[in-house]
């Protein structure tokens, strides 16, 4: 614009020397007022702009100011429902169970939990977890029938998790397991187990700790209150494209002449597998009604090993656990080696998962061994087969298979084979 007034003004001065023959000067008076009134309002548009652009830049500045101002601000504070999350799953069971000498029993059941877990400040969470079943310290499942009646709903979690340090967290309360179970499978400690009292996990870089004191029994005017502890070392780490975990654990659970803390003390098969005598010294059973006590502590020493890696797509685990009672004379030893091959976590994915253990009737507490090989508890022995597949990332159906032998230590053994087909969906 600032180039457009003397070109007007220019083309005013030559303009009589190029028309002045041609126009009168009346017209030529009206062009020059024409050229004169159209040069005024470029002025005028020139000043206006240049205004506009003193106005764009004080805006710019304002805008900058606010953006400055709305930094250095602090954040809004959250919303309670910011700091709460839930997930949970709900499963569907077909089972068929023989063991040798019975008759064969079919049952559907299912599993529903819930969790609730909130953040309470940046480094502590407190979590409340729900579940079908009852009492049962390893199962959380219930069995449809009863006309239809009313299932069961108890509490499965209540604790609190505090992040003390980078990568260590203290527990309180009722909380999952914090051991490391090799290739996830339960020997030692069933899957649904959720240990109460005190409990300890570290993780840094390769290195990794885990340490449970958990009650059995906390009510000292009852005469087996009994307090376990224990814990584990490990380490990770990556060799030649395989990853490998291993470690080494202890437990002390103190139950000589305590009576079982879940069941009934004069029934053998509350003790779940494992060693009872009367108070006077036959085994538990030999006098009707006579109340039993454990024989024997349980010393754990454990040692385990994983080693997870590719084949072609294939994602492949190899896992072994080892645990002995040093306190047992004899029956002292379990122990499981396994496989799992793939992953069903999308669509159309599969995952086969295969062990074969073997668990001395003292070789653990029974009580909280895996309740499903073997019917629950020790003094089995056998394979265990399962193979699952996605549906969608929520949803999975599987099928597990249980060829196992019971009543080893007895004398008394029995084949124990055991049927388990799962629909299961998950969300958070």
Known sequence: MKYLLP????????IPHSASAAVSDEDFQELREQLAAVSARLEQLAAENAELRKAQEQSATAIADVETTVADMPAAKESWSDRIRLDGDFRYRYEWIDVEGSSSRNRNRIRART?????????????????????????TNQTLGGGGSSKS??????YANWEAADGLNLIAGKFKNPLTRVGGQPLTWDGDWTPEGLALKYKRDWFFANAIGTFFESDTRRTNDTFAFG??????????GVKLTGGVGYYSIPTAGNETTFGDPTDPGDFFGNTAVEANG???????????????????????????FNVGDWPMLVFADVVTNGDADDDDL?????????????RGQMQFTYYYAEKEADSMLGLVADSDFGGGGTDSKGHWLQFNVGVNKSWTIGAQYFINEIDVASGNKRDFDRLMIDMQWKWK
Do not use: R
């Open 282 to 308: 036959l085994p538990c059973g030999t006098t009707p009604g006579a109340t039993c006590v454990y024989l024997y502590d349980y010393d754990l020493t454990q040692v385990f090993a994983e080693a997870s």
């Open 231 to 240: 814990g584990q070392l490990g380490a990770t780490g990556n060799v030649g």
């Open 7 to 14: 070109l007007v003004v220019a083309a005013g001065a030559a």
């Open 115 to 139: 969790n609730l877990k909130a953040d309470v400040t940046d480094d502590i969470e407190v979590g409340f977890g729900l579940a079908t079943g009852g009492d049962d310290p390893v199962s």
């Open 153 to 158: 709903v108890v509490l499965n979690l209540a």
């Open 334 to 346: 379990g122990w499981t080696i396994g496989t799992k091959i793939g992953q069903a976590k999308n």
